[in-house]
């Protein structure tokens, strides 16, 4: 008798602890206790997600949006958000282009009143069409509602950081930066001509990659005997001058040696920008609080691509002040065609999505939903949950360690480009 008792006592343990183990693997409804909605309506961020985005935003020292490229929601959202950053003190913007293309952006949104019609004027000025596509000369600021939320962080007096390399077809507005800081000297009228020669033959290679003749056009044009003199024309005391020099040869190398291992030069290259205006903006502030808007891979807090990338050096610089980094990941769960069609991307792109199927039920097309996967983060830490042990578990791992919110947005589409 006293056998059986310890035989059903094991056995009742055994499948308690296995019903215990099944109830408490990740799956939607446990996502659903982290999870909350919100929409926006007149720049207003409406709902329970409201709350999450305030304390995301008192919270944190920074904030890095890994954002999809070329989402009208995406600059929606983003113009929502940064009356909520600005009134908990981020004053600092850093962005996925060149230093000197910042510089450029910081102009065109001054006064930020007449942000979306500079940059009309600019984009109309310097993009290039040729076969059906566009080359711009500053990318992700190229739509109208791009321009709106660049508006919006001007009038609030953000600072501009410009972390990345010069854009591929950025070289003609800065070649005219650069001439114009030859303006007063006597070899002005030579500098013109030269700059005319080199632009004429830089348009040809860059017609040619366009067209898919060559296989880039920074190889070649880095050989040109015209380029090499209009470089050269330029004195040795203009540090502007020399500056954006430098900036346009590290970036063209960059984009020549891309086979060769470059991304971590550029990402290098990015965190280093990076810390050169942080450091700049601690000499005036104790622990001063950036909003970084850039592609969701560079936000990750975790080794990518070969590298660490700018979430995991706010989360570094977080730790060390004792601060917090709040890496937020976006997806595009609905797209509107042109022809008006609502395309399912967790479907269409089934290859990439399947191993996160237990978040594609909490996508809404007419609203944001926002999950917090630090918690989830800290539920598995303190074995509250468990992650699948199929092969899920690698890319949802990966995917709760390398930020701490999940973003869905609502049906998203091609922006309007800002341009004539």
């Known amino acids: 008798m006293k056998k059986s008792i310890i035989f059903l006592c094991i056995v009742f343990i055994y499948s308690t602890v296995n019903s215990q183990n099944e109830q408490t693997i990740l799956d939607t409804e446990i996502l659903k206790n982290h999870l909350s909605y919100f ?42 958000f940064i009356p909520l950053l600005a009134n908990s003190g981020f004053k600092h913007f850093a962005i996925e282009v060149g230093p000197h293309s910042a510089e450029k952006l910081t102009k065109l949104t001054t006064p930020a009143s007449q942000s979306v019609e500079n940059l009309k004027s600019f984009n109309s000025k310097y993009s290039v069409s040729q076969g059906g596509e566009t080359a711009v000369p500053i990318p992700f600021f190229t739509s109208v509602t791009d321009a709106e939320f660049l508006k919006e962080a001007r009038t609030y007096n953000m600072k501009l950081w410009g972390l990345d390399q010069e854009f591929y077809f950025s070289t003609f507005f800065l070649m005219d930066e650069l001439t114009e800081t030859a303006k007063e000297t006597s070899n002005y009228s030579n500098i013109i001509r030269l700059q005319n020669e080199a632009k004429a033959i830089m348009y040809k290679h860059f017609i040619a990659d366009l067209k898919e003749e060559i296989d880039g056009a920074y190889g070649p044009i880095k050989k040109e005997k015209a380029v090499i ?125 399947k191993r996160y199927k237990v978040f594609f039920p909490l996508a809404k097309k007419e609203a944001w939903a926002i999950i917090n996967l630090k918690a989830i983060r800290k539920a598995i830490e303190n074995n509250e949950i468990q992650l699948p042990k199929t092969g899920d578990y690698h890319k949802l791992r990966n995917l709760i360690y390398s930020y701490d919110y999940q973003l869905l947005l609502p049906i998203d589409e091609e922006p309007t480009a800002n341009r004539n």
Request: hydrophobic content about 35%.
């Open 39 to 80: 929409t926006i309506k007149n720049n207003a961020i409406l709902g329970e997600g409201k709350v999450e985005l305030e304390n995301i935003a008192a919270k944190s020292q920074f904030v890095v949006y890994g954002e999809m490229h070329n989402s009208e929601q995406t600059s929606i959202f983003n113009k929502a």
């Open 229 to 353: 003199e209009y470089f050269k024309a330029f004195e040795s005391s203009n540090k502007k001058a020399q500056a954006i020099i430098k900036d346009l040869k590290i970036s063209w190398d960059i984009y020549i040696n891309w086979r060769n291992d470059s991304h971590v030069d550029r990402i290098s290259y990015m965190r280093n920008n990076f810390m050169k205006h942080y450091n700049a903006a601690s000499k005036t502030e104790k622990n001063p609080k950036i909003f970084t808007k850039i592609g969701s891979l560079h936000a990750k807090k975790t080794f990518v691509n070969g590298a660490y990338d700018i979430g995991e050096l706010t989360e570094s610089l977080a730790k060390k002040n004792g601060t917090i980094t709040t890496c937020i990941n976006t997806w595009q769960p609905f797209y509107k065609e042109e022809n008006g069609k609502i395309v399912n991307n967790f479907e269409k792109y089934k290859r990439s999505y």
